[in-house]
């Protein structure tokens, strides 16, 4: 059983910059891969990131265009995202996501492979 609890959220002007946070209970944080997904009203849940196990390897979703990074930290059971240069069509609550499937490209981005999910966390945009 694993336990995500994102932080991090607000409210940020268009170009301006975020980090998300997402802290996991439990001791085998380092055994999941690890997503981020968004969703804006009225509109489905969309992948954003993800990260294997070891953060060797990510994945970002097209519209991230260099924009966001993602990393973890296993020592501190924690997976970040770091966004920048935010635009207002980023606005939506951003889960974290746990899964002990293996990563590849086509995995990660289905919302289906993750077994664990977080609360939410608003990011707001303004122009």
């Known amino acids: 059983q694993v336990q995500l609890v994102e932080s991090g959220g607000g409210l940020v002007q268009a170009g301006g910059s975020l980090r998300l946070s997402c802290a996991a209970s439990?001791?085998?944080?380092?055994?999941?891969?690890m997503g981020w997904f968004r969703q804006a009203p009225g509109k489905e849940r969309e992948f954003v990131a993800a990260i294997s196990w070891g953060g060797g390897r990510t994945y970002y979703a097209d519209f991230v265009n260099g924009r966001f990074t993602i990393s973890r930290d296993n020592a501190k059971n924690t997976v970040y995202l770091q966004m920048n240069n935010l635009k207002p069509e980023d606005t939506a609550v951003y889960y974290c996501a746990a899964t002990g499937a293996p990563d590849n490209s086509r995995v990660v981005v289905t919302s289906r492979t993750y077994d664990y999910w977080g609360q939410g966390t608003q990011v707001t945009v303004s122009s």
């Open positions: 439990g001791r085998t944080f380092s055994r999941y891969t």
